[in-house]
């Protein structure tokens, strides 16, 4: 993705005129961010996001993380419940919501729609559909660097955001926060 002919492209695929400085510039930001283990040719929506924080001058948003952790329990003879915390901030309130999943994931993803589901009721349509993850550099065993895709549906379209990290769990959150950042986008415009 990060050749200047594909990057013009797919600004043009997405509706966007790009002059050719800006073309330059984001030239050099995909590929730092490719060299860190992002991949943007399987997720046009954090792709597209990129775009809009480069042409605009910031990303659209709709809420701000003031932080988020997740912890997973288990017992003898039972199954292992994740349980996750958010905190952000979200139509000027802050919202601290705590819920559980079936995984880490699955706790951040319901928490992180419960906090910002009363302000955008939209989310509840939005549903994660498939999440892939890859060890970017694999000689480095579980401290290895993280890709994790994620793609997400509104039941009507979808979308594939990523998210990459030193922690699967920090990797899937930026992936969650750009799918949900997407979703709300699409759904304002």
């Known amino acids: 993705m990060a050749g200047r002919a594909s990057i013009e492209l797919k ?19 995909v590929k730092e961010m490719e060299a860190t283990g992002y991949t943007f040719e399987a997720a046009d929506a954090s792709f597209e996001l990129l775009l809009l924080e480069e042409v605009e001058g910031a990303r659209p948003s709709y809420f701000e993380v003031e ?9 003898p003879g039972e199954e292992a419940v994740s349980e996750a915390t958010v905190k952000l901030l979200a139509g000027g309130a802050r919202a601290v919501v705590t819920a559980e999943g079936n995984g880490p994931v699955n ?3 319901a928490a992180l729609r ?13 549903e994660l559909i498939d999440y892939k993850v890859r060890i970017v550099d694999q000689g480095h065993g579980t401290d290895a660097i993280t890709r994790v895709l994620i793609e997400t549906t509104d039941g009507a379209s979808s ?14 959150w930026r992936a969650l926060v750009d799918a949900l950042t997407f979703g709300l986008r699409r759904h304002s415009a």
């Open 11 to 29: 600004g043009k695929e997405l509706g966007f005129d790009l002059a050719p400085e800006l073309i330059s510039s984001i030239t050099a930001r």
């Open 67 to 75: 932080s988020w952790r997740v912890i997973t329990e288990t017992k």
């Open 107 to 109: 706790a951040l993803d």
């Open 114 to 126: 419960s906090a910002i589901g009363q302000l955008y009721p939209e989310v509840v349509k939005f």
């Open 159 to 172: 979308w594939v955001t990523v998210g990459v990290g030193h922690n699967v769990i920090e990797a899937s």
